[in-house]
């Protein structure tokens, strides 16, 4: 139903030019450390979330070159179309979709539902609350446009904000007439975003925590919540509880840009207690459910990207996990291996086409 | 560019600096002026000096004026009691190309944003209070644009006359304007005064 037919790079990271075409579901990409492997799928990502999964656009050019291309044909529901991003060499970015560039990038947006799971984002699991918020927001960005608008306007509103605190301390003014409207207009996405985490939190936990018993195969006690100041006080007893000490802060000290995803194992921070193979189970819990959830509202099935994931996994892990994203799963899959011979073992026993990349020159 | 005249260089530099205006657009410029008379070029110049030095800014609502008061606040056939609140000059002569619009304008100078350090001092925002608690203001009518930062500006000024029962509108947003009025069609900015809204129902509508 979606899927990428093919896949062009000009000046892309380590890629002068290439083109892959993807013709199965199942793909496998393997190489060396450094051939390009997570290159060519931060580029599928590209293609879906208009950046990149890891940097920002100019660290993305190849080095020495100007400006980069990429561009794929995507299949959606038995449609061909074209899309391409473009960095040009005066730094302007563009995107364009059958040819035709977008006006405002965040429309892009959930066309495409991808999730890609990285050895980096083991952060997700152990590092700030900040992650998890990015976490949470590219999934509801991506299942309702309407989210992503409202979480920019937010984000705005809320720089503007600490702009004016900033100001009136600084000036020792104590006019808050304008404070008084920047709050008043803050906490119209403030609710929106905190009422739609909330909603999204009551499928979305119960789903997390399933599939980390699956993966885990045995009982253990982990516990999932979401974490907002909101659930007790509402916004305007929240900006009026917190605006003494947001002075002094010269910043919005309480909102929904502090909410957190608390996980705990054993009624303890997960990342104080687990161990690493457990952190990556959750990781992988929490994508799969991730992956669930864009499936069952958008109706088809997300693109998903493994990236190096068989790394400190046992081999009977990496059996549940490849036959629950390969075979459970109708999605086009990119798996990531540095070993050929390994990865083409593992894709063998699916019994299912698919289509090895190997990006070594030999 | 290698001038073999300093004079010549001189004056593609100053017109180079103009917005819009490249090199090569300057030297184009420059060399048309040199091919004219010598008076007619010194007639150019005196216009334009003339222009920035006497021109005025009209005491009551911030527009261009030739002289204390725009020739919009002098006209007694325009409604006073009406006032349409734009960022800049550009958006007056925009609006007023419509012939659509017979109140007067307060040009506010832009709009409040914390963040470009412009608060609601940097603007003309005081004297538009004066003009509501002194004249008798009917209708005030905001013509900013459609950003987060033009609905501050609104909310914020709203509150500040809130004590006086008057009719605050806005005209409808969907065409660009503020900074990009001007290339807002004629048509389309006429229909949008004319379809304008209580401040209320946009406030509700917008996010
Ligand atoms: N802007 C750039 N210009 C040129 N080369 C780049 C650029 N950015 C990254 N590279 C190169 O890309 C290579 C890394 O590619 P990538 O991360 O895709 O490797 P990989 O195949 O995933 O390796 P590993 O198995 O170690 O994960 C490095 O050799 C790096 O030098
Ligand atoms: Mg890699
Ligand atoms: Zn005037």
Redesign the pocket.
Known sequence: MFHFENLTLVQFKNYASATFSLNERIIGICGN?GVG??NLLDALHYLCFTKSYFTRDTSNIRQGNQGFRIEGHVNLFDEKEKVACILRETGKKEFLLKDEPYTRFSKHIGRYPCVMI??DDIQLIIGIPDERRKFIDTILSQLSSEYLQNLIIYTKILQQRNSCLRSITETNNRDFSLLDVLDEQLMIPGSYIFEKRKIFMVGFLPLAKQLYEDIARQPENISLFYNSELMDLSYPELLKMNRAKDLVAMRTTGGVHRDDLELNFNNLPFKQVASQGQRKSLLFALKLAEMEILKNEKKFTPVLML??VFEKLDEERIGNLLERVCLLNDGQVFI?DTNAIRLEEKLIKLKRPYQMINLNND | MQFSSALLENAVNEFARLPGIGKKTALRLVLHLLKQETADVQHFGEIISKMRSEIKFCHRCANVADGDICSICANSMRKQEVICVVENIRDVIAIESTQQFNGTYHVLGGVISPLDGIGPDQLKIESLINRVQKDQVQEIIFALSPTIQGDTTIFYIQKKIQPHTIRITTISRGIAFGGELEYADEMTLARSLQNRLPVESYVANSH
């Open positions: 450390n492997k997570t990285a050895p990236d190096d990531t």
